[in-house]
């Protein structure tokens, strides 16, 4: 391998190949390299994560979340590149070491930055949730090298995801980081967690499934998420037996109508039919909520009656 050839291999082993940033491998050396020769220097090592990434990654697929993280690049090196390091971590993480700094001129870039940002925005003809959590922390007062500043810089992240999301958290010393294991049971291992099926489907229009947990794949004796979207349409009335949808629409309507029904709740048993031709009977415990990204949606909680009476 001759020299030119050996510095495009090691470029390519430092460049991330979606954004063209530095990858966490180079990103690291850089930053190392960098604090070596500027060790009295105040910097901010700032790290991003997309909000609710895996959920759109899901839901919309590789297409979408390909473009988000490329926009995501983009933009946090709009706002930082004048005087910042720019790698990309790892799946949806970003961080930039801001050099030459101090805590208030950080704070100026960041309220201008989460400012800028909408809470959604058009990819690919959707509407897609499109934030930023933010957690910060200083050099040399937090950290004395990559790995040490990347720990408080996560504590941070973590109180600015546990707090709504869509802000930035500066690490202070002392900080415990109590909202860590809070933030772990998302959305994915919490419906994991639950004696039935989970899904998620906005209340207009076609009713689309948004989420959906593994035991609902199973309850409909479908052979992967894939069969079982596709088996039901993607959609509310799929999950219905046909016979009955009309009636449980009128009723889950309503009950969501009625004046005293102060937490937007619902229950109703109907009927399904499995993929295999069978059919059961459900308890369905829904919940109506205005999301801020997808607007009104339901959370639904479904019981196999059969199977939950014979554990009993």
């Known amino acids: 391998m001759g020299y030119n050839e050996k510095d495009e291999f090691y470029l390519l082993a430092e460049e991330d190949a979606i954004t063209g940033l530095l990858n966490r491998r180079g990103g690291e050396e850089e930053i190392n390299d960098y604090i070596k020769e500027h060790p ?58 801001y050099i030459n700094t101090d805590k208030e001129e950080v704070k100026e870039k960041l309220d201008k930055f989460i400012e800028d940002q909408k ?16 957690g910060v922390t200083m050099y040399p007062d937090h950290g004395k090298n990559f790995a040490e500043l990347l720990e408080k810089a996560d504590i941070a992240l973590y109180d600015a995801k546990y707090r709504g999301r869509a802000r930035y958290t500066f690490y202070e010393k002392g900080f ?38 593994q035991s609902m794949v199973e309850l409909f004796k479908c052979d992967d ?48 039919k499995c993929k295999d031709g069978t059919e059961k009977v459900v308890d369905d415990f829904g919940h109506l909520v205005n999301d801020p990204t997808f607007g009104m949606i339901y959370y639904v909680f479904l019981l196999d009656v059969d199977e939950h009476i014979a554990n009993r």
């Open 176 to 213: 415990i980081n109590a909202h860590q294991n809070q933030l772990m049971f998302g959305l994915e291992e919490f419906s994991k967690s639950l004696p039935g099926g989970f899904f998620v489907y906005e209340a207009k229009g076609d009713e689309k499934i948004l989420y959906a947990n």
């Open 119 to 134: 809470p959604a925005r058009m990819i690919n003809g959707r509407m897609i949730p499109f934030t930023f959590s933010v």
């Open 225 to 272: 998420m894939n069969d079982f979207r596709k088996y039901i349409g993607n959609s509310f009335k799929g999950i219905v037996h046909p016979d009955e949808y009309e009636k449980v629409l009128k009723e889950i309507n309503t009950q969501q109508g009625k004046s005293d029904n102060h937490g937007n709740l619902d229950y109703i048993r109907y009927k399904i």
């Open 40 to 97: 009295d220097e105040k910097c901010a090592y700032i790290i991003f994560e997309c909000d609710k990434f895996k959920n759109v990654k899901d839901t919309f697929g590789h297409k979408v979340s390909d473009k988000i993280i490329t926009e995501s690049a983009d933009e946090i090196s709009k706002y930082f590149l004048d005087k910042g390091i720019v790698l990309r971590m790892d799946s949806d993480e970003f961080v930039v070491f």
